[in-house]
């Protein structure tokens, strides 16, 4: 069974700081690994994703993710943080392309400080 | 980019009245869409699993005779509540992976259902 853990539902950055948000996922096989992002009463966006090849990703809006096999981890980062990142954003894992599952990590929300 | 509909955005119904919500792709065929569940404050919970043309598969506690789905074609599923409750309230979200292989999830813009 795979699994997604977010450490940190909240938090807190200064525009312009680094923004590091914390991912770890657990599964039988190579993974698939998304970042999503939620606006209030909103769908999720795909931000980025990873599914073989180069380890760092890079997907929209400045963000970028790394994963680290040896760790489990897959966290996303942002060297600058802007006002318009303040939202919520989940780690998923897939078991695989297809049509495999897609299990949700509890998700972390972003809060910037002018 | 691909796009998927949801519609509607919002609906507040009585008790005991049913809902449908409906979930499409706009420009790409998808013969599996998936409805969530997201509570206040919470992840996203998969309700099931809804294949075009085939019975839609549930995860396990969520009640198949609730919650139809019907996936009637490559563009178009429904979710309805049937006899809905106030505990029935919540946002769902739809979403469709196109028919190839790697292929992320393109969400709806979920629909705020409130039973009063």
């Known amino acids: 069974a795979q699994s997604v853990t977010q450490l940190g539902s909240h938090v807190s950055v200064s525009e312009g700081a680094l923004v590091l948000l914390r991912c770890n996922y657990s599964?039988?096989?190579?993974?698939?690994l998304f970042w999503y992002v939620q606006y209030p009463n909103q769908g999720l966006q795909l931000l980025l994703k990873y599914t073989t090849g180069a380890t760092l990703v890079k997907g929209i809006n400045g963000f970028e993710a790394e994963f680290k096999k040896s760790e489990t981890s897959f966290h996303l980062t942002k060297p600058s943080a802007h006002m318009s990142d303040a939202a919520e954003y989940f780690c998923?894992?897939?078991?695989?392309?297809?049509?495999?599952?897609?299990?949700f990590g509890i998700g972390t929300k972003l809060q910037v400080i002018p | 980019g691909a796009v998927v509909s949801q519609h509607p955005s919002w609906v507040i119904c009585k008790s005991g009245t049913s809902v449908k919500i409906e979930c499409r792709s706009l420009d790409f065929q998808a013969t599996t869409m998936f409805w969530y569940r997201q509570f206040p404050k919470q992840s996203l919970m998969l309700m099931a699993t809804?294949?075009?043309?085939?019975?839609?598969?549930?995860e396990q506690g969520v009640e198949k005779d609730k919650f139809l789905i019907n996936h009637a074609s490559l563009t178009l599923s429904t979710l309805t509540v049937t006899s809905a409750h106030p505990e029935d309230s919540s946002f769902y979200i739809c979403?469709?992976?196109?028919?190839?292989?790697?292929?992320?999830?393109?969400f709806g813009n979920g629909t705020r259902l409130t039973v009063t």
């Open positions: 998923a894992v897939s078991e695989g392309g297809g049509y495999q599952k897609v299990t």
């Open positions: 809804s294949n075009e043309g085939s019975k839609a598969t549930y």
């Open positions: 599964s039988s096989v190579p993974p698939y």
């Open positions: 979403s469709a992976r196109e028919d190839r292989e790697v292929s992320p999830l393109h």
